[in-house]
């Protein structure tokens, strides 16, 4: 083996090298210094990224016997997952550091999650996908258990390592099926034996694909498979919600993308109506449930299962364009949410979790910038015009009147309708309610820095959708 | 014909302690059985010349897992009867999911022979031929991938593990090994020299 | 061999043996093979309990047993005499089944794992491929004797004894392990055969000089495995009066008396084969013996001298330490050992690349 057979998968060795230089570093710094690790561990973003973006071409390589691919979506994909997850430690420091939760772990299994991802969104074999699932999930379950003392955490990370590895088998399952019938592991060969033998397309492979729905949908949060969600929304410290709740959504993405638009792209007509189900079942009873909650973590939550409809829904329909918008929605959502939950961060200081959707009132009178850049993230979840939650609807909606499904567009229509209700009411508390707690915040101003540019650029990107749209579609084109 | 009696006996020996570890009303008994049907299994590998395979089967879930099981299991009390309880009540259910699975297994073998897939019976390898060898010349080729996400999991499932578990508790008396061990005479002994003295 | 039995014997017998057929000669050797091999360890056994008395005993300024036959040479037998005629005193609440079955789990991998080794360069009942790993899982497999003697007697004495040789057991497996992956690198192969032909031509070739950190810690892993002192804490008859063998008697007690011995002589033998050439001559190539000295040919003897000097180090050991502390067995097992065997495969690693020592004459 030479070093230009292994070279494609570059940022994941950065990354792996990386996470080990952080671990040993982490055990040699004193804990009044853990700072260090974590300048360390955005240290480690950077390089990875940089890796990313030195090593990107527009073509698409197969790396090891064909399990690793580097094409233009993953690069993307993977990009954005580094920048957020690094976002993410961000706002988390200053709230970790008050709490005396700043350890190196969080760091380190925040890494090795990333790269569980980044394995997600560059497998070709199902066997690499897999792997990359449970790397990721592996540190999700730490990290929602993270805070040992509280008996919260404990009990959501129990039910979410045991829903988890219910879905895990559920998708092992499928995924043997699918193995015993075709008789590779490797996507575009999937794809090959698939469109070579169309005797194939029969009940045995449906069975598979079924259950490696279950699986994909668990990990989405998709309804019927969303009860571990809220439930590890609420649980887990705002800092591990926020990174639960961003990066892992593109892993969700590139678990859908890979299986059922590279392995089995040939039957879309098979899996279609399977997504649809679940897709319109997580709208609604998303945006429903989401009305009746006081606290904003388990609110974010059931909006989290409505936007995942909307992915789904654009994913259902088979199209380019479909595709394109789906990855655009993701990617805007994730920068959305990131916010919002640096918002939750921010409000949060010692001893003090704001979670009740009751702390942000009278936010304006505290600190208007603030409570405009939580303006902005509400509006933009919404989905109002001009900010980017509107253009990533847009999309969705566009993409599915293509496929020839008015009703389902009118559907989705209706459900952003009644989503935007529980926005709105975050807003109102904002700016029509008396504050009840007048405490400054205690965010350093890097932190405050990003949020507020987190905030523009929910602004911005929604004026202009244009690049990163056309990006989005120049990636699935050449995917 | 040699060869399929031993692989129906083994296999009956397999599938007697699998019921046995369901059945055994004593915790430990149903460990020792799972231990059989390892041992079994491993057997029914070795015929298929896999002795790779076989032996590692042995060496880790025999060895080492059911150890700890084996540990565990006779450290707690297990109230076997209470979970009888629920046994028999899931056992229906049980029956249907596992005939549904015999079924489904049974259609793939049915759709691979069918399709026009080989499927030959058990082949003897040339003399000469070295499962571990063969299987580890795969393992660093092909699936190289693979296999370092697999250690990069077991190293996250350590870091997980530890900060999950390691505290350290105020108060703990614990000993300093390095320090014991550069301890001299002189720190701990002190010669005291006086003159002899003579009762009187 | 023809000479020893007359004709009228031998003919017939020949006639009958060529008559069989090919899978009856295959399982009638073996069979005797088998049969003479374990024959052997368990007299090996026997004399091995008297070598120890005695050896022990001197080291103490004793003389040790000498009554019973000429030396005292006929104490073992006289000791399996009254260990035979004894009552098997099974304690009212214990587990009856796993009771009984205990010292049986714990002998028989300790007589397994000879199939695999090599007695000399034509002899061994299994000649497979992997039979290192064998060797690994057989020797893992001991300790179920360990504990489930322990919790079937119902007694905590015997519970804590086999608790703490479980947690051992697990502890240095791993170093063991780790230290075989050496060996295994040393000789390229699974094969014991194998592994001590890599080790051919004289003192100079065998894989104690490379591995010597691996030698240690390999032995010493094994005096652990085997529950010997000074890390016989499983029995540690000063705590916890005699550990998970507390309640056995006769011949259940003998049948575990066997075993902790037969795996004593089986480290021997595989510290000898992994490290110390197995069977070869320490004098190969050594010219001025001769030029048809035995001496120079490898040899079972070879294999016996060696086996007998690490048993001498087995009592010495005893003879010498007090026995460890509980913890600091874990320390050293977790802490030392595996830390010295990994740091060592990646020296050997550098030493393959750069072809220093056995690796030298490795192609490409």
Redesign the interface.
């Known amino acids: 083996m030479n070093l230009s057979q292994i070279s494609p998968a570059a940022p994941e060795i950065t990354l792996t090298l990386m996470i080990c230089v952080v671990l040993l570093a982490d055990l040699f710094v004193p804990q009044e210094k853990r700072v260090i690790t974590f300048w360390l561990s955005i240290a480690s973003l950077a390089v990875t990224a940089w890796v990313i973006v030195v090593t990107a071409s527009s073509a698409t390589t197969l790396a090891f016997d064909g399990s690793y691919v580097s094409d233009p979506l993953s690069r993307l994909m993977k990009l954005c997952a580094t920048g957020i997850v690094g976002v993410g430690f961000l706002y988390a420091r200053d709230y970790l550091q008050q709490n005396d939760l700043l350890k190196g772990e969080y760091y380190l299994l925040g890494l090795f999650g990333l790269l569980g991802m980044m394995i997600m969104m560059s497998a070709n074999s199902l066997l690499t996908m897999y792997l990359g699932l449970e790397t990721l999930s592996l540190s999700l379950y730490a990290l929602v258990a993270f805070e040992r003392e509280s008996a919260k955490a404990a009990e959501s990370a129990m039910k979410y390592f045991v829903l988890g590895a219910i879905a895990s088998g559920a998708l092992l399952y499928g995924i043997s099926w699918v193995y015993g019938v075709t008789g590779t592991l490797h996507f575009h060969e999937i794809a090959e034996v698939i469109r070579q033998n169309p005797g194939l397309n029969d009940v045995p492979l449906w069975f598979g694909i079924a259950f490696m729905i279950v699986g994909i949908a668990f990990k989405f949060g998709a309804v019927p498979f969303h009860m571990w969600l809220p439930d590890v929304y609420q649980g887990a410290r705002s800092p591990v919600t926020l990174y639960i709740a961003t990066a892992p959504k593109i892993a969700a993405l590139a678990l859908l993308f890979r299986i059922l638009v590279d392995g089995l792209g040939e039957l879309h007509g098979v899996w279609q109506g399977m997504i649809m189900v679940v897709a319109v079942l997580s709208l609604l009873i998303g945006n429903i449930v989401a009305i009746a909650q006081s606290n904003i973590k388990r609110m974010l939550g059931y909006s989290a299962i409505a936007h995942v409809g909307f992915i789904l829904l654009a994913v259902f329909t088979g199209s380019e364009t479909g595709y394109a918008a789906a990855l655009f929605y993701t990617l805007t959502y994730i920068v959305m949410a990131a916010g919002a939950f640096g918002m939750v961060i921010l409000l949060s200081r010692q001893g003090f979790e704001a979670e009740a959707i009751r702390d942000f009132k009278g936010l304006n009178a505290r600190n208007p910038w603030f409570a405009l850049m939580m303006l902005f993230f509400m509006f933009g979840m919404a989905g109002v015009p001009p900010w980017v939650g509107f253009i990533a609807k847009l999309n969705v909606i566009n993409a599915v009147l293509e496929a020839g499904f008015p009703g389902l567009a009118v559907l989705m229509v209706l459900a952003s309708v009644v989503g935007a209700y529980y926005y709105l009411r975050v807003i109102w508390y904002m700016y029509f309610d008396a504050p009840e707690d007048r405490s400054v915040f205690q965010s350093q101003a890097d932190t405050r820095f990003v949020l507020s540019l987190n905030g523009i650029a929910v602004l911005a990107l929604g004026i202009l959708p244009g690049w990163l749209l056309k990006l989005c579609i120049d990636v699935i084109g050449h995917s | 014909m040699?060869h399929a009696i031993l692989f129906y006996s083994f296999a009956a020996i397999l599938v007697v302690a699998a019921l046995g570890v369901i059945f055994a009303r004593?915790p430990?008994?149903a460990v020792?059985f799972l231990?059989l049907a390892f041992f079994q299994s491993a057997v029914l590998w070795l015929l298929a010349e896999a002795?790779?395979l076989a032996?590692?089967l042995?060496?880790v879930y025999?060895?080492?897992v059911m150890?700890?099981f084996?540990?565990v299991v006779?450290m707690l009390d297990v109230e076997v009867e209470e979970i009888r309880g629920g046994y028999t009540r899931y056992a229906p259910l049980g029956i249907v999911i596992a005939g549904l699975m015999v079924v489904?297994l049974a259609?793939?073998i049915w759709?691979?022979g069918k399709?026009g897939?080989a499927v030959d019976g058990f082949r003897p390898t040339p003399e000469g031929y070295?499962?571990?060898e063969a299987l580890g010349s795969v393992l660093y080729?092909?699936?190289?991938?693979?296999f370092e996400?697999?250690a990069?999991?077991l190293l996250?499932?350590i870091?997980?593990a530890?900060?999950?578990t390691m505290?350290r508790r105020p108060g703990l008396k614990q000993q300093d090994?390095a320090s014991q061990v550069a301890v001299r005479a002189q720190d701990r002994v002190r010669i005291v020299k006086m003159a002899s003295e003579k009762p009187e | 061999m023809t000479a020893l039995i007359p004709d009228f014997v031998m003919l017939p017998w020949m006639a009958f043996w060529e008559g069989l057929p090919p899978l009856m000669q295959l399982l009638f050797s073996k069979t005797t093979l088998i049969v003479f091999v374990t024959v052997c360890i368990i007299l090996t056994v026997a004399f091995t309990t008297y070598f120890e008395r005695k050896v022990i005993g001197y080291m103490q300024g004793r003389i040790g047993p000498n009554r019973v036959g000429p030396l005292g040479l006929g104490q073992p037998f006289a000791d399996v005499i009254k260990l035979l005629i004894k009552e098997i005193v099974v304690p009212q609440k214990s587990n009856r089944f796993l009771f009984i079955i205990a010292p049986l789990l714990s002998i028989v991998p300790a007589l397994a794992t000879w199939a695999v080794i090599p007695l000399n360069p034509t002899t061994v009942i299994a000649d497979i491929n992997a039979g290192l790993l064998y060797v690994l899982a057989l020797t893992s497999v001991g300790v179920y004797g360990v504990i489930l003697a322990g919790w079937a007697t119902n007694s905590k004495y015997a519970f804590l004894g086999a608790m703490r040789s479980a947690a051992q057991i697990v502890a240095y497996e791993i170093a063991m392990g780790f230290a075989l992956v050496g060996v295994l690198m040393a000789g390229g192969s699974l094969n014991l055969g194998d592994i001590t032909r890599a080790q051919a031509g004289g003192v100079s070739h065998w894989f104690i000089l490379p591995l010597l950190p691996l030698f240690l810690v390999y032995f010493i892993s094994g005096v652990a495995e085997t529950n010997r002192a000074p890390f016989d804490v499983a029995e540690g008859e000063s705590e916890i009066v005699a550990g998970f063998h507390v309640e056995y008697s006769g011949v259940a007690f003998a049948v575990f008396f066997l075993a902790e011995y037969a795996n004593m002589v089986l480290i021997s033998a595989l510290t000898s084969i992994f490290f110390l050439g197995g069977w070869a001559s320490p004098f190969e190539g050594w010219t001025f013996l001769g030029a048809e000295s035995l001496l120079r040919e490898p040899s079972f003897f070879w294999l016996a001298v060696k086996i007998a000097f690490f048993i001498f180090v087995f009592f010495w050991l005893r003879a010498t330490f007090p026995r460890y502390r509980y913890d600091q067995i874990m320390r050293l097992g977790w802490k030392v050992f595996i830390p010295i065997t990994i740091v060592w495969i990646a020296v050997e690693g550098v030493m393959a690349w750069l072809r220093i020592g056995p690796w030298s004459g490795m192609a490409g």
Do not use: C, D, K, P
């Open positions: 040699f004593n430990v008994h020792m231990v002795e790779f032996i590692v042995v060496l025999v060895g080492a150890v700890l084996l540990f006779m489904e259609q793939v759709l691979r399709e897939f070295s499962n571990t080729t092909e699936h190289v991938y693979a996400i697999a990069v999991i996250l499932a870091v997980a530890i900060s999950l505290r090994i």
